[in-house]
């Protein structure tokens, strides 16, 4: 069994990559893991997706070898994301031995790589993949990669709406993130970049936007409002995010984020390991606390049982001494039992 020291220890880098499904998250998997054997440092693999039917690269941990997408949805009676939750489920009570076998693996490769479902509010919201990241964060430095795809991100609409998820994950979280503007091959992602460096630059584009609607839909303006207010509550939350802009299919990009990746481990050790190891250092205490009490009530129902079981032996010897009793007066009168005339004498000897 491994010691808290020990893990503690772990500087291998675990790379989460999330994004909605389409976005290129398991080609970008794949391109990592190819980018790392070219280097000659092949990474550790870890597929959580039950649904996928084929995974592009080799794996060292597949949530398929224990538990069957199908089969929990026949048995189940479940649908494509219910069964997606559920099969998480099983695997999470699996945690403990998956991070044994991390642990022992961990000191001997360079990153880890996780790829989640593409239905990602499966893994992300769920119980399951909250115990699977706060286990793995426990464990070892991990970093969430947030895939996005760029050619469905050119409208401010579209943008915000994946700036907002991104926000409301690393908030979920609590761990270091970068944003990934995939497809750069197909869409540049210039245009994505400056938008969260400078504000000007996307009020301008909202203002386009909202002068395009009025003139050809008659627009309120309604949206473009709430966007602009959305952009400015997020100007805080993009400088606390490593940016990349990366190419699945032509590989550019992915050394800047291997670098992003070294950025994220430090600022790990020094702004996030010490929140989470105040979080998981509560959490045994209540878990302590729960086993004492469950341990309390254990011994308060034996002590019961035990009082029980005395007073039961106590009723008991005190039948069989009032029934001795009975026996003994039972015979005592029956020695005065007989014909008249012991009677007659008795009485005689009296008078």
Known sequence: MTSESSKNDIQTPAIVCIGMAGSGKTTFMQRLN???????????????????????FDTNIDIRDSVNYKEVMKQYNLGPNGAIITSLNLFATKVDQVLGIVEK???????MLVDTPGQIECFVWSASGAILLDSLASTMPTIIAYIVDTPRTTSPATFMSNMLYSCSILYKTKLPMIIVFNKTDVTNADFATEWMTDFESFQSELKKMDDDENTTEGGSGYMTSLMNSM???????????????????TGEGIDEFFKAVKRKTEEYNTDYKAELEKVRLQREREKEERRQKDINQLMQDMGIAESAKTRREEQSQTVSDVEDDDDDQDEFEGRFDGPEETAGILDADYE
């Open 231 to 249: 952009s400015l509550v997020l100007e805080e939350f993009y400088r606390h995010l490593d940016v990349v802009s990366a190419s699945a299919y």
């Open 105 to 111: 693996r961990a000191s001997s490769v360079p990153y």
């Open 34 to 56: 190819s980018y790392l054997y070219s280097k000659n440092m092949p990474p550790y693999v870890m597929n959580l997706d039950p649904a996928v039917l084929n995974v592009p």
